[in-house]
């Protein structure tokens, strides 16, 4: 079954960095694109990148561009997601998410873990 | 960016009851809208791809309608376990962003 695991959450102070990873098993990890979503506390879904299933092709939102860099390696099964520059608006629960091929849907997603930025 | 607006923002209703939360794209985004629900401290799930295709292992009690820019997800016959949050999330841009989300509370 497909399992996504995130790790490396933590309180962080702002201007840090921290780096997220998300370790993919039960499905041909190399064949799909990965996404990160998060979710401030209380607050609804936050799209925050996404990587083309080869690496080649990396997409983010305008409030972690040139902050936030993505990045996979498809022989370990492993998303990265390198977190610098850390504002207290990016404390949220930061999801790993495997899109479904089609270019529609997130169909799994891990259980998220939770990023506080404070000082 | 492609923004999206969900309405309404919560509801309250009856187990059994008939529930529509609608969904409209700030450009048309053809059948790119997808469906989640969110139960608190879980993870979002997908219910609906493609509008109106329900994902494997959703109950048929869901459903989802729509293209271009109005879009609207029904439940036909509320059951208890479906009380959460539901979002829409277009697909039509690499951007891909989320409604505010649709809060479905117990009467």
């Known amino acids: 079954q497909v399992q996504l695991v995130e790790s490396g959450g933590g309180v962080v102070q702002p201007g840090r960095s921290l780096r997220l990873s998300c370790a993919a098993s039960g499905f041909s990890f190399n064949s799909y694109a990965m996404h990160w979503v998060r979710q401030a506390p209380g607050k609804g879904l936050e799209w925050v990148t996404s990587?083309?299933?080869?690496?080649?092709?990396?997409y983010y939102a305008d409030s972690v561009k040139g902050r936030f860099t993505l990045s996979r390696d498809n022989s370990r099964n492993t998303l990265y997601l390198q977190m610098n520059s850390l504002r207290a608006e990016d404390t949220a629960v930061y999801y790993c998410?495997?899109?479904?091929?089609?270019?529609?849907?997130?169909?799994?997603w891990g259980q998220g873990t939770l990023v506080t930025v404070s000082s | 960016d492609i923004q999206m607006t969900q309405s309404p923002s919560s509801l309250s209703a009856s187990v059994g009851d008939r529930v529509t939360i609608t969904c409209r794209a700030s450009?048309?985004?053809?059948?790119?809208l997808n469906w989640y629900q969110q139960k608190p401290g879980k993870a979002p799930k997908l219910l609906i791809y493609?509008?109106?295709s329900l994902q494997s292992g959703v109950p048929s009690r869901f459903s989802g309608s729509g293209s271009g820019t109005d879009f609207t997800l029904t439940i036909s016959s509320l059951q208890p376990e479906d009380f959460a949050s539901y979002y829409c999330q277009q697909s039509y841009r690499t951007s891909r962003t989320f409604g505010r989300g649709t809060k479905v509370e117990i009467k």
């Open positions: 998410a495997k899109d479904d091929g089609r270019g529609y849907g997130l169909d799994y």
């Open positions: 493609a509008a109106s």
């Open positions: 450009q048309s985004i053809s059948r790119y």
């Open positions: 990587i083309s299933y080869d690496g080649s092709n990396k």
